[in-house]
């Protein structure tokens, strides 16, 4: 009643909160105001991968887990908000598309009023998570590794085979060993985070910095293709104390829910992530109306990102502050190889760069750049190998390739396909055929083009697709150039020479060609903890995720100084 009478509405709301958070539920954080020693975390290493070979007991236990949840669909994943299970009414479903007619889950669909009240769960949630020390927080998260490395592990990877299409090899990568890598590696990152302070103090002073999380809560949009993306953009601004609305792409929503039960099963406070699958464009409609929006993390498209960039801007005076933007988008990377190079290294590294699951890796091979003198070689050896690759249904484990996420997928993928079919200036040497009876099946797809702007060379496919352009051995330079300029994005990259000079040389000139550059290894692939990962130009925002970079972009910091000698006049001896 006081608050309808002597402020808005939606201050109302925020009154309440303190008043529920300050009086009716026990603030737990306000009994720890005692740091009672400098806690050593436990050693940090990325998390070993079973080999899953045949007839080894994790590729027995994880083909039964798959098989179970094949068996057992469709599960049902319900919004989670300020920790309980919410029913909309409006449920959509999550297709498998190795077997597009097979429902792997259904799933509730948040609406307006749902979103609201994740807000406001966040927000009512925010003061005690925040004060809660930061070695507590660490726990949760080293917990939820521990847990998805064990206990969890092969369902967490039958999800993600069978929701997003990948084969044993890529879920252990991502939703098994990346995963855990991110929660463990974010610990150890915002030790690094809250160890920075002033490098001096003036005499009678001490000066210090808080590492304060941002005011508001955070907005996390995570994509199909990695279980482990949607665990980071949920979990690292959570570390550092800021509560957050999380919407998984549609596509893996049954992965992402098992990745929030480990969550809180590791001990995760209610309302700290708010789980609400649902419709893009309604859900962010409602998240960017609100003055408390404090931060957007993001993975998908880069049009997808440029837009939603523009609503926030568009929206710019209702916010408390200006919202940090934190993006990862797409990519048209690239091999290099020098007229050095090793042909039988540059073939294998490229098979597995563009056809590793199905190409759909923002880091993912699209564009080949061949000297003329390696081309016969590389022709007959890449052509040999791409069609021996293995495209087929997930459960049999000698699949290399399973399918794309979707028919919408399917249709622009194949669509790449038929352009290049039908340019004068392009050939397929591999590939090209497609079937869509059973499942989104794709071949892995060479095509050689006269042309190095030709169109497959210049956009994003997200797909098996790879297009090669063969140069004078001698024009080196040009061939960097091309590599540099020919797309606008500027994700992965690599170099295949064996003579340093040109290795270094090209390193230099493709400075800004990608945030990750490689040197005789493949452009994808990078490991939480070695390379951390990110690009610029149309690629997003580069703030290195599995880096302590991006988790300063998650804290707003405050310098402090404290005086312990009195001022005794305020005149200067300059004054005299």
């Not at 949630?125 to 490395?149: H, T, V």
């Not at 039908?422 to 892995?444: R, V």
């Not at 493949?522 to 970079?549: E, H, I, L, P």
Request: hydrophobic share 35%; charged share 20%; with cysteine.
């Amino acid at each position: 009643m006081f608050a309808s009478r002597s402020v808005s509405a939606r201050q109302g709301l925020a009154a309440q909160r303190f008043l529920s958070t300050s009086r009716a539920v026990p603030n737990y954080a306000t009994y720890r105001v005692h740091q009672l020693g400098n806690h050593k975390l436990p050693e940090i290493t990325n998390e070993p991968n079973p080999t899953y070979a045949p007839n080894s007991p994790e590729r027995e236990k994880l083909m039964q887990a798959v098989e179970e949840l094949r068996s057992q669909s469709p599960q049902h994943v319900p919004l989670i908000i300020n920790g309980k299970e919410v029913k909309t009414g409006n449920v959509e479903r999550q297709f498998m598309p190795s077997e597009h007619s097979k429902v792997l889950c259904t799933y509730e669909n948040a609406g307006p009023e749902h979103v609201e009240e994740a807000i406001e769960g966040a927000l009512a949630a925010k003061s005690s998570w925040e004060n809660l020390p930061i070695y507590d927080r660490q726990a949760i998260f080293l917990r939820a590794a521990d847990l998805l490395s064990q206990k969890y592990r092969y369902k967490a990877m039958a999800a993600t085979m069978l929701g997003q299409g990948k084969n044993i090899w890529q879920a252990e990568i991502d939703a098994a060993a990346e995963t855990c890598d991110f929660l463990r590696y974010n610990v150890k990152f915002s030790e690094e985070v809250y160890s920075s302070q002033p490098a001096a103090n003036s005499r009678g002073i001490w000066n210090r910095v808080e590492h304060r999380p941002l005011e508001g809560f955070v907005y996390a949009v995570s994509p199909f293709n990695f279980t482990a993306i949607g665990a980071n953009l949920a979990t690292a601004p959570a570390l550092m104390g800021n509560t957050v609305v999380w919407k998984p792409a549609p596509a893996a929503t049954l992965s992402n829910y098992v990745i929030y039960q480990i969550l809180q099963e590791a001990g995760l406070p209610d309302g700290v992530i708010q789980f609400i699958p649902g419709p893009a464009a309604e859900i962010t409609r409602k998240i960017f109306d609100h003055p408390e929006f404090s931060s957007l993390h993001f993975t998908g498209s880069t049009k997808v990102f440029k837009d939603l960039w523009k609503e926030i801007s568009n929206n710019l005076d209702k916010y408390r502050g200006y919202p940090r933007i934190v993006g990862e988008t797409g990519g048209k990377n690239f091999h290099l190889l020098h007229k050095s190079a090793d042909v039988t290294n540059a073939v294998n590294q490229s098979v597995r760069a563009a056809f590793e699951f199905q190409g759909q890796k923002c880091s993912a091979l699209s564009r080949l750049y061949v000297p003329d003198n390696l081309w016969p070689q590389f022709k007959k050896e890449f052509v040999e190998k791409v069609n021996s690759i293995k495209v087929g249904n997930i459960t049999d484990p000698s699949n290399f390739m399973g399918p794309v996420i979707n028919k919408l997928a399917f249709d622009k993928i194949t669509g790449y396909i038929e352009h290049a079919r039908n340019a004068p200036e392009c050939e397929i040497i591999a590939g090209g055929k497609y079937d869509e009876s059973t499942g989104y099946f794709i071949q892995p797809t060479v095509v050689e083009t006269k042309d190095p702007f030709t169109k497959t060379m210049k956009e994003e496919i997200f797909g098996p697709v790879v297009t090669a352009y063969v140069y004078p051995a001698e024009d080196f330079d040009g061939a960097i150039e091309l590599a540099n300029s020919t797309a606008s994005y500027g994700l992965t990259g690599a170099i295949f020479s064996q003579d340093r000079n040109a290795a270094v040389y090209a390193t230099s000139k493709l400075t800004h060609a990608a945030g990750n550059f490689y040197v005789n290894d493949k452009c994808t692939g990078a490991v939480v903890g070695q390379q951390s990962f990110g690009g610029a130009r149309a690629s997003g925002t580069n703030d290195k995720g599995g880096s302590a970079n991006l988790l300063h972009r998650f804290v707003s910091p405050r310098s402090i100084k404290e005086n312990f000698i009195p001022l005794e006049d305020f005149n200067y001896p300059s004054n005299q």
